[in-house]
T-cell receptor
């Protein structure tokens, strides 16, 4: 069973560009969480999604950030008009409906904004 | 609101020595508790979890942790450190009993193992 997949693994964007981060959950998992890891700040929750629904986006910055988990295809975290402060590692985790508390993490996408 | 405190951002042990990584939590409801390990430039791997069953939890790679409600602690131990244990370790908490299990993480403890 393949693990959680994220792509790209590394992404370089210039200030003002858009970044799209993709997450394919483990087979059979219907819950997706996104976290951001900033130097000196640690891992912080951003958003929790189920298929076609945003359940909790309390950790998402109010502007420029959005997330979706469509019926078909991967979950997408989108950052518009990136700024240097968005440089971080972004991790997604998925969990099965039978054990929703058990989150399995992907390898992360390391975003660098120049 | 939940929070996690990991005492010691950096712990150094000799190969073969006991590993003890400390974690204290705060939660207004019964918690679920987790330890994750992160190797450089990789994602997080679940080491073990506490979900209100046995208070002594055994995980992978010889690690175990004990939930102590009276001390609000969930310390991670391993009797004998291996070089391959060198990594960063994160303690995390989520709320039980609901449907949203978002994790609140501690700031991490970097474990180095000396030969």
């Amino acid at each position: 069973n393949a693990g959680v997949m994220q792509n790209p693994r590394h992404l370089v964007r210039r200030r003002g560009q858009e970044a799209r981060l993709r997450c394919s959950p483990m087979k059979g998992h219907s819950h997706v969480y996104w976290y951001r890891q900033l130097p000196e700040e640690g891992l912080k929750f951003m958003v929790y999604l189920q298929k076609e629904n945003i359940i909790d986006e309390s950790g998402m910055p109010k502007e420029r950030f959005s997330a979706e988990f469509p019926k078909e295809g991967p979950s997408i975290l989108r950052i518009q008009q990136v700024v240097r402060g968005d440089s971080a590692a972004y991790f997604c985790a998925s969990s099965p409906g039978t054990a929703p508390y058990e989150q399995y993490f992907g390898p992360g996408t390391r975003l660098t904004v120049t | 609101a939940q929070s996690v405190t990991q005492l010691g951002s950096h712990v150094s042990v000799s190969e073969g020595a006991l590993v003890l990584l400390r974690c204290n939590y705060s939660s207004s409801v019964p918690p679920y508790l987790f330890w994750y390990v992160q190797y450089p430039n990789q994602g997080l791997q679940l080491l073990l979890k506490y979900t209100s069953a046995a208070t002594l939890v055994k995980g992978i790679n010889g690690f175990e942790a004990e939930f102590k409600k009276s001390e609000t602690s969930f310390h991670l131990t391993k009797p004998s450190a291996h070089m391959s244990d060198a990594a960063e370790y994160f303690c995390a908490v989520s709320e039980s009993g609901g449907s949203n299990y978002k994790l609140t993480f501690g700031k991490g403890t970097l474990l180095t193992v000396n030969p």
